[in-house]
């Protein structure tokens, strides 16, 4: 038995390396929430949140002054009856990455009070998964080359960015492709095209011959008809990511027909909807991917173990901490280059 004795909320800022600019937006720095979950028994866990305004409507300062709410509604619950604890964070419906970091820190004091690894925990399936690295939206020129410099580091998983300028997302696909032959290509709209350019977009790109292995979420997140449009009538596969938040929201897009892939954030769905998404695509015969908000290695390592111990996604977008400055690396995992393997 290991009851939660007190939960402590400390505000974090992390400084990007360089500004990260994606479709409507553009971040100097990510303000997160470390989560330190103490049971009386003495056992410490540590968890993230990454809140995000744009996506699940979230503020830092509104999660932070839910501290004490929070201590009132998980003090005394035993960790050890973990559904129990998720049943109610599940109905933190606002507030989606303060649920992930709290459903976190229960899941790592469950393991700490039982002597296993996390990863094992979700299932203990892989020994290693590799993840991608994002190029945010620049100019062309400055584009190419990051993404030469990418794949001279050692990542053959490109990220790009765009949404914001059609004519430029073009050729900068063209140009990259051209400099980073070999490299494996998911692009990302944010929500920033029209079903019309998204499909004028994966047109052109495809008639250059180009591979794109996930077109993710070219159009406003509740347009679930434009998005099935895309999905219809485009030759790449197509991702949702604001779309699918909760597990209610991948029920409507299966339901819908809308996508071919469904890119799952903690940060959105928190652990018990992730888990529900998994089981649900597996039986519709949809992809997956895992990516993140802004979060630093501790928030990474949530999103990590659970990609290591489910074995569930294809591609795997967690290189937010590789972005940010921290003055050490806290993450559960080693990196080696793109390779994320179990500590």
């Known amino acids: 038995m290991a009851k939660i004795k007190r939960i402590k909320f400390e505000k974090k800022v992390y400084e990007y390396l360089k500004p990260f600019h994606i479709t409507g937006s553009i971040a100097s720095s990510s303000t997160n929430i470390e989560i330190i979950m103490e049971t009386g028994e003495g056992i410490i866990g540590y968890g993230e949140a990454s809140p995000s305004f744009r996506v699940n409507g979230e503020k830092v300062e509104a999660l932070m002054a839910m501290e004490n ?64 690295k994002t190029i945010g939206i620049d100019s062309v020129q400055n584009r190419i080359k990051e993404a030469e410099e990418i794949m001279k580091s050692g990542f053959y998983h490109i990220k790009v960015k765009v949404g914001e300028n059609l004519a430029d997302d073009i050729e900068t696909m063209l140009r990259i492709a051209d400099r980073t032959r070999g490299a494996t290509y998911i692009v990302d709209a944010n929500m920033g095209y029209t079903p019309k350019a998204a499909l004028e977009f994966v047109n052109q790109i495809y008639r250059a011959g180009i591979e794109i292995a996930v077109f993710e979420q070219p159009v406003f997140y509740q347009d679930i008809d434009g998005l099935r449009f895309v999905r ?81 996604f294809d591609f795997h977008d967690l290189d937010s901490h590789l972005m940010l400055r921290e003055e050490r690396f806290r993450g559960q995992f080693v990196q080696e280059g793109p390779i994320i393997r179990v500590l």
């Open 232 to 312: 219809f009538h485009s030759p790449f596969p197509v991702a949702a990511d604001e779309s699918a938040k909760s597990r209610y929201d991948v029920f409507r897009l299966i339901k819908s027909e809308a996508v071919d892939f469904v890119n799952i954030k903690l940060m959105k769905s928190g652990i018990s909807d992730t888990l529900a998404i998994i089981e649900m695509a597996r039986s519709a015969g949809i992809r997956l991917m895992i990516g993140c908000m802004g979060e630093s290695s501790v928030g990474i390592s949530q999103s990590a173990l659970l990609a290591l111990g489910t074995g569930a």
């Open 69 to 132: 709410f929070i201590n009132e509604m998980l003090t005394d619950m035993d960790t050890n009856r973990y559904k129990s604890i998720f049943d109610v964070t599940d109905k933190l419906i606002a507030s989606p990455s303060l649920k992930a970091g709290l459903q976190f820190c229960v899941v790592s004091i469950f393991c700490m009070e039982h002597g296993i690894k996390v990863n094992d925990f979700f299932g203990g399936v892989k020994e290693y998964i590799e993840t991608d």
